[in-house]
């Protein structure tokens, strides 16, 4: 969908999912590295545990379908090469320090000098402006000062983030978004703009409801462990349960729905000699989740989390599928690969790493299209792998004034 | 021109978070968005709390109003012949289709990308589902909160001895409107420059694989499984949540390098531990972890959580506050963003829903009140689809719309 668009992608750990999603649309993203390789490389897990710049899994993920190429900014010769390369692109991303390009002459002022169409995005912690613009901000932090953080815990220990960091795949995804938007715009009417996304802000969306309750009822949601906080009950009901051999996720809803898969599920529990006269005897259709009493809910938890016990996950899911109960095991990544959705909408592709002698098994497009697939690309860049084809195919440099550049630590 | 989707026509036959949300992004940004319930079937969300006074009503709840901004409101009754009729009438008119019904439903009232295509060649249509259009469980009812479960999302969150805990909401329902309007924009362009439509298949649980796909990739290529690690990290420590003066209060800090680690001590007063053994490498830190988060609690414990936050970014020490929902309406940093926009509306009064993460020079999002149910009936019925005052009357008398 956005061949034809060229990206530059300056940016670090924190914008590399951008550029990895609109590189999987089409359009050609070159990253640019230091010489010696982007400190991203350094990020782990390592294939094999082996802490080496082409073997960062990282980068392996965030960098697909990107070409590379290698350019040392510390050097004017380098800056100059940076602005050629900006004349001939459609969009820049970076995630520098504020203000860190603009010192070495190549920020959004100079970028847009030789080159006033620009699409000029920035993924950073907490945008471009404001008290807080120069302050860090790793996954943690981010979701920390979006709130996020302290709706999710158990009620005795610190608020908790995921352990799997998502705040800068998710700001990156939203500064793909954005990127395309401005790119859009600028088709309709020739202009350029900036495009300034920050993590925090990105992430203050996942609270929900949440905000809501504060700003209109002044209620103040906090964590409550494996409970639900008044999502669409006026009480915290249990969201995840023990199962047999791991955990799932189901929720007592009311209304048409709730009445029909509460009463799927007690004639499974039936059928198994596991609900007794006081759940067979409730009228789920007269179940208020505005009203609904903790005093209510106990009970009736007390005798699903008894069944759930007696079931793995796995015949959790068959029996959920069967009864189309809202209810769904809590995946490893082990479940994630083997599951069978996935595996029937061919979601997984083999990415060849040459250098590895083997192929990867990667998680495959991001959305499903027609008439224009989405196509994620081969491996990750190795360090400065298509200087020539870009230096080359994009300014025109000769393969020896390439060489020489490289010779003198310019690229 | 001063929206960026100023002229686009959206069909939005969403409810509640995930396709709502999705419409909201290119309303937001100047689209012409109708938002398709009824009356008797609202969007599930306008039941739902928190609602102004905690007054149940179809048009007071806080939530639909910060998920639907900028839209307008049909109450179309689509169990009618005619109210699905005039559906397909929106269908026609519309750039863009939005709509998050389970898989087939579009498809059996004709609203499906191939049936309206037929007479809207260069739509753009998105479908957003827990689990895709296709593949065996295609059919499973779902929410967000339980894609999340499959999503490996659930599986992250909580402490290594204890189960995991409940992500708060459902982190895809809210991140996936983001590759929705990506997606949707992606879409818009092409057709810009080829003329041509596109159907978008989106399910939550292969967008969110990406959001983690490198401990997937841990597990493929490592054969590693992912564990929860309550605050910590497998590669920075310190990493975690530390208790500050107050109830409940706490401070995030995460060093990344050796050289915030040295400069933390500092702060804390303990220049001695940067040369430390015990702590000098992050492999040290990491075999000495528990002494060292009992360490840095000590130092945090009597003091201000957000003094502290202060203190540490401006030596470089990434830190920062767990807000909890009513600071990040004083948080000054959202403030000078403008993260949550002031709008009023006639039932809910004034009230800030969000802002989004991304803002753009030359084009900056409006962001205007959610509609009431049915609100603009006669302005998209007669002004926008044309048809007579006659044929809305009767329309209205046959409770097609409502």
Not at chain 2, 168 to 175: E, K, L, R, S
């Amino acid at each position: 969908m956005l061949n034809g668009y060229r990206i530059l992608d300056l940016s670090d750990d924190k914008g590399l999912f951008c550029g990895k999603l609109l590189a999987d649309m089409g359009a050609e993203v070159v990253k640019v590295e230091r010489p010696g390789g982007d400190p991203a490389r350094m990020i782990g897990p390592f294939y094999q545990d082996d802490p080496h710049p082409g073997k960062s899994l990282f980068w392996f993920a965030f960098c697909q379908g990107k070409q590379g190429v290698t350019l040392n900014l510390e050097e004017q010769r380098g800056r100059d090469l940076l602005k050629n390369l900006a004349a001939k692109a459609d969009a820049v991303i970076e995630s520098f320090p504020i203000g860190y390009l603009d010192s070495i002459g190549v920020g959004y002022d100079a970028l847009t000098e030789v080159n006033p169409t620009l699409v000029y995005t920035t993924v950073t912690p907490f945008g471009t402006t404001g008290p807080y613009k120069d302050y860090k901000g790793p996954d943690i932090v981010a979701m920390a000062m979006s709130g996020y953080m302290s709706l999710c815990g158990d009620t005795d220990r610190a608020p908790v983030r995921d352990s799997f960091p998502i705040a800068y795949p998710i700001a990156g995804t939203e500064a793909a978004a954005g990127t395309v938007m401005a790119l859009f715009h600028r088709g309709r009417t020739g202009k350029g703009q900036r495009v300034d996304a920050s993590a925090q802000q990105s992430s203050v969306s996942l609270s929900a409801n949440a905000p809501a309750f504060q700003d209109i009822n002044q209620r103040r949601l906090r964590r409550s462990g494996q409970f639900r906080g008044e999502l669409l009950a006026a009480i915290p009901e249990r969201q995840v349960w023990p199962c047999k051999d791991g955990f799932i996720c189901f929720a007592i809803y009311g209304g048409a729905t709730g009445a029909r898969v509460n009463q799927a599920l007690v004639d499974w529990m039936d059928s198994e000699g596991m609900a007794d006269e006081f759940l067979r005897g409730i009228d789920w259709k007269a179940l208020d989740m505005s009203t609904v009493t903790r005093e209510w809910m106990e009970p009736v938890e007390d005798r699903l989390g008894a069944f759930f016990l007696t079931h793995t996950k796995n015949e959790m899911l068959q029996g959920a599928l069967e009864r189309r109960l809202i209810l769904l095991p809590v995946y490893d990544m082990t479940d994630i690969i083997n599951d069978p959705q996935l595996q029937s909408r061919g979601y997984w592709m083999d990415v060849e790493h040459p250098e590895l002698g083997r192929s990867i098994t990667y998680p495959g497009a991001f959305i499903q299209s027609r008439p224009t697939p989405v196509q994620p690309g081969k491996r990750a860049p190795m360090v400065g792998e298509h200087n020539r084809e870009v230096y080359g195919g994009w300014l025109g440099l000769t393969v020896d004034e390439i060489d020489a550049l490289k010779q003198q630590g310019v690229i | 021109m001063s929206g960026i989707f100023d002229g686009i026509k959206v069909a939005d036959f969403t409810h509640f978070g995930i396709g709502p949300m999705t419409g909201r992004y290119l309303a937001d940004h100047g689209a012409t968005v109708v938002h398709v319930e009824s009356a008797t079937r609202p969007d599930s969300v306008r039941t739902s709390p928190p609602f102004r006074d905690g007054a149940v009503g179809l048009n007071r709840g806080g939530f639909f109003a910060s998920l639907n901004t900028s839209k307008m409101g049909l109450s179309l009754n689509l169990k009618t012949e005619r109210g699905v009729e005039l559906a397909k009438k929106l269908a026609a008119w519309a750039d863009v289709v939005v709509e998050n019904f389970a898989p087939g439903v579009m498809v059996r009232m004709g609203l499906g990308y191939d049936d309206i295509i037929k007479v809207n060649p260069a739509l753009v249509m998105i479908s957003l589902t827990n689990l895709g259009q296709t593949g065996p469980y295609a059919g499973h009812p779902g929410t967000g909160t339980v894609a999340q479960a499959v999503a490996g999302l659930v599986h992250g969150m909580g402490w290594p001895d204890r189960g995991p805990v409940t992500p708060f909401g459902a982190i895809p329902d809210f991140v996936a409107p983001y590759f929705g309007a990506l997606a949707v924009s992606a879409a818009l362009d092409q057709r810009r420059r080829t003329g041509k439509g596109q159907y978008i298949d989106l399910s939550q649980f292969e967008i969110s694989s990406w959001l983690i796909a490198p401990v997937i990739l841990d597990r493929i290529a490592n054969d590693r499984e992912a564990v929860r690690m309550g605050n910590r990290d497998p590669h920075f420590t310190p990493h975690g949540a530390f208790p500050c003066q107050g109830d409940d209060r706490w401070l995030t800090i995460a060093c990344t390098t050796d050289a915030e680690w040295q400069s933390l001590c500092q702060i804390m007063g303990r220049p001695e531990l940067a040369s430390d053994p015990s702590f000098a490498t992050l492999k040290a830190r990491q075999d000495n972890e528990d002494e060292l988060e009992r360490t840095i609690s000590t130092w945090t414990r009597e003091r201000s959580a957000h003094d502290t936050m202060h203190l540490l970014q401006r030596a470089g020490v990434p830190a920062g506050v767990v807000e909890d929902m009513a600071e990040i309406y004083q948080d000054p940093q959202l403030e000078h963003r403008q993260h949550f926009p002031l709008v009023d509306h006639p039932e809910i009064g004034p009230h800030r829903p969000q802002g989004h993460g991304v803002r753009f020079s030359e084009t900056p999002s409006e962001i205007k009140r959610a509609p009431l149910v049915g609100e603009h009936n006669e302005e998209v019925i007669r002004g926008l689809l044309g048809l007579s005052e006659e044929e809305y009357v009767n329309l209205a008398l046959e409770r097609v719309i409502e």
